[in-house]
């Protein structure tokens, strides 16, 4: 069973960068598919904000992109995020997804920016 | 950017009846749709992938249809724990986006 864990600080200040790890358990990130991140402000509903290849190719959301950084690491079976000059708007439930159609999610992490 | 829009926004059904939910996409997205369904304080569970393939696990009550810019996700019969909010997302073109939602609520 493919399971995905986010790990990271709970609360950033505003202008500070965001930093989440996704760590893979139990499937080779280097094998097919890509490797994402989704985020849900309280009460609303998902944004897509990137997604990775296990060669390194990214993609990521527009409204985000000047912002975003995702990598990824084999060796360790993981991937992580970078967001920075965070706002208060960033605050949400962050979500790592495996695959463009996210078949398995982490259980996602609460990220509050506040200073 | 293809924007999808979802429809009703929320519906108010008895368990045993069936629920229809729309999303309609601004571009054709070929059969590249999902739908997913998300309860209180739960990451959202993938439901059908591709229009119309149920996920692993996922029971026959969940069905999909449609392709292009118009598709539906069907319950044929409301259960108890199917009373949730359901997305829908496309993986045709990046960025990849998800439609607004609708909430599944009990008459």
């Known amino acids: 069973q493919v399971q995905l864990q986010e790990s990271g600080p709970g609360l950033v200040k505003p202008s500070e960068t965001l930093s989440l790890t996704c760590a893979v358990s139990d499937y080779p990130i280097s094998s097919t598919y890509w490797w994402g991140w989704i985020r849900q402000p309280p009460g609303k509903g998902l944004e897509w904000i990137g997604s990775i290849y296990h060669s390194g190719i990214t993609s990521y959301n527009p409204s985000l992109k000047s912002r975003v950084t995702i990598s990824v690491d084999t060796s360790k079976n993981q991937f992580s995020l970078k967001l920075s000059s965070v706002t208060a708007t960033d605050t949400a439930v962050y979500y790592c997804?495996?695959?463009?159609?996210?078949?398995?999610w982490g259980q996602g992490t609460l990220v509050t920016v506040s200073s | 950017e293809i924007v999808l829009t979802q429809s009703p926004a929320s519906l108010s059904l008895s368990p045993g009846e069936r629920a229809t939910l729309s999303c309609r996409a601004s571009h054709s997205v070929s059969n590249y749709l999902a739908w997913y369904q998300q309860k209180p304080g739960q990451a959202p569970r993938l439901l059908i992938y591709?229009?119309?393939n149920r996920a692993a696990g996922i029971p026959g009550r969940f069905s999909g249809s449609g392709s292009g810019t118009d598709f539906t996700l069907t319950i044929s019969s409301l259960e108890p724990e199917d009373f949730a909010v359901y997305y829908c997302q496309q993986r045709s073109t990046w960025p990849l986006t998800f439609g607004g939602g609708t909430k599944v609520e009990i008459k």
């Open positions: 997804v495996r695959g463009r159609a996210a078949d398995y």
């Open positions: 591709d229009t119309s």
